[in-house]
């Protein structure tokens, strides 16, 4: 257990992760962990680094010292050492921090970290407690266990862009790479899982997730449509494929989205607005599902004279749940994005002062006062924490 001397105190304080992973999987789940109060020692390729510093633009900073903004987006809350794990010196260095770590988090594919000679047992031989993350691709196992994996590869072939789209046949990518974080986010649960039985057994073990597993993870009631029911999903643009209407709708001076949720809410919706509820096909949920293309012309007929905001205060009467469209700037600029916590002052070792999208998650005592962690390190500059971090490696274990 070593604490980050910079961080504030977590749910995780005391807990030391090594951070082998780059691009977008495992350090966001690292970032996870180290907004959660662990120790984060994020280990890089020697004068490269993770490959995310070079993916833009945008890049900010002068030319020496630019950064890319893809990069500061999953690496808050950590230290950088750069370590070259094929020299003997540098992997000594390793296995000395793998000696303190409680976790280690991977994301090569499926057989480099044998190759490197830091395979599972040989890391469990050094540390009989660590939790190992390793995500991979499409599985560390079965017939395509070796393929390299990329979101928007692992987006079409999980399905999710035949459920993404304007319509059947107009697959779409998600907006952002969905099938990465979803796969950070599972190997971070996996990982506080692991350390909470190591508690109990004093062993740690390997938990592998994917960015196939992950996706197949999030198919919810696509999934058991076609498993239980015997129907292949397919896109429905911006209207659901299971409650109608919810969805997009246009209005006099853009649109708004409504989600009328239940018979109840319906019948409401429909006295506030003057339609009829019982007219053939709009009867019941089923039977407007079944008649999407209509309730959206009958909607939108509704709302014909209504500009977005009168449309939206009505519907605030009504208690109908409806809100509108943000654009990302409109997002970080709102009193209640801000209110949650989810904007972040850091100070950057060579931008200065930088505002992040913050995490996600809040702590209260049983007396409702608030717990989360209010300061946050910036993403480290490449091999920022080398003297410390070395010197930490060398150290004997506890």
């Avoid at 409680?102 to 000679?117: A, I, K, P, S, Y």
């Avoid at 796969?183 to 508690?199: D, I, K, N, P, T």
């Avoid at 930088?354 to 998650?361: E, H, K, N, T």
């Amino acid at each position: 257990m070593t604490a980050d001397p910079c961080a504030e105190a977590g749910p995780l304080d005391g807990v030391l992760v090594i951070d082998l992973s780059r691009a977008l999987s495992g350090p966001h789940a690292t970032m996870m962990l180290g907004d959660l109060g662990a120790r984060v020692i994020k280990v890089e390729a020697p004068r490269t680094g993770d490959d995310s510093r070079g993916w833009g633009p945008p890049f900010v900073g002068s030319d020496g010292e630019r950064e890319s903004t893809y990069f500061l987006s999953a690496n808050r809350n950590k230290e950088s050492v750069c370590l070259d794990l094929k020299d003997d010196a540098d992997r000594e260095v390793l296995l000395g921090l793998v000696r303190r770590a409680d976790v280690l988090v991977e994301n090569f594919r499926t057989g480099v970290m044998e190759r490197l000679g830091l395979g599972a047992e040989v890391l469990a031989g050094v540390n009989p407690r660590l939790v190992q993350l390793s995500i991979s691709g499409f599985g560390h196992d079965g017939p395509e266990a070796g393929r390299p994996g990329y979101d928007q590869i692992a987006q079409g072939e999980a399905g999710l862009m035949s459920l993404t789209g304007s319509a059947p046949g107009d697959p779409q990518r998600f907006g952002t790479p969905i099938c990465d974080l979803l796969a950070g986010m599972y190997g971070a649960f996996g990982v506080l899982a692991a350390l909470r039985e190591c508690q109990s057994t004093g062993r740690g073990q390997v938990v592998r997730t994917s960015l196939l597993a992950a996706a197949v993870g999030v198919h919810a009631f696509q999934g058991t449509r076609w498993t239980v029911g015997g129907e292949v999903g397919q896109a429905t643009g911006n209207h659901h494929s299971s409650i109608s209407p919810y969805g997009l709708f246009r209005c006099a001076d853009g649109a708004v989205q409504i989600a009328v949720g239940s018979e109840s809410l319906w019948q409401t919706f429909c006295a506030g607005f003057g339609l009829d509820p019982s007219q053939p096909g709009m009867a019941t949920n089923a039977e407007r599902v079944g008649a999407r293309a209509e309730v959206v012309t009958l909607v939108e007929k509704a709302f014909t004279d209504w500009t977005a905001e009168e449309l939206l205060s009505r519907l605030r009467e009504l208690g109908v749940p409806a809100g509108r469209l943000r654009s990302l700037d409109d997002v970080y600029e709102w009193e209640q994005t801000r209110s949650q916590g989810l904007v972040v002052d850091v100070v950057h070792e060579t931008l200065g002062s930088l505002q992040l999208p913050g995490p996600p998650l809040r702590f209260f005592d049983l007396t409702g006062q608030e717990r989360t962690r209010t300061s946050h390190r910036a993403p480290p500059v490449l091999d920022g924490d080398r003297e410390d971090v070395r010197r930490l490696g060398a150290e004997p274990a506890p």
